[in-house]
């Protein structure tokens, strides 16, 4: 099956973390990132197959065919691989430790921005409904969810505050 371009469909595996909720599922999509797939999503909707809802903190799970998840709500989506950029279309960034506050959660790993600016100027570059995050960790003391690691998680930008340059100050 090929969507637009002659691009191949794919099912992409997610997990997508709200404030409420952990949501597991799938999306038949021709993009093969799942950072395009959330900065290019036609509607303020993702429409999941198979999918698994899991309040956050308690012992329940629910299960459905197909759920429609609002992407204003979701925090931060994981993927279930990395998928690289494409050579041709690489941007030369730079890699910067950062620190995303996105209550209740909190995550670490690089965001990556055009060089040769300053850090405030590189800041106020980064655009997108969500922005990757990479080497990340995240976690929630709040809500009891330990450490875990991922090579990617895309942010909701419009729930982030962003640390950068971050280090650890170890308080």
Known sequence: MYGEWGTEQMRVEMTLYTNSFVIRGSLTTRH???????????????????????????????????????????????ASEAVEPLPELRTPKVAETTLVSIPPFNITGHIHLLPERAINDALQELHGRFIPVTDATFWSTQLGVAATQAPMVAVNHARAQILSPYRDSGG
């Open 32 to 78: 093969r990132r799942l950072l395009d797939l959330l900065n290019l999503a036609e509607d303020e909707f993702l429409v999941l197959a198979d999918t698994v809802l899991e309040p956050l903190g308690m012992g329940t799970r629910h299960e459905a065919a197909h759920a429609q998840v609002n992407l204003g709500a979701v925090l931060f989506a994981v």
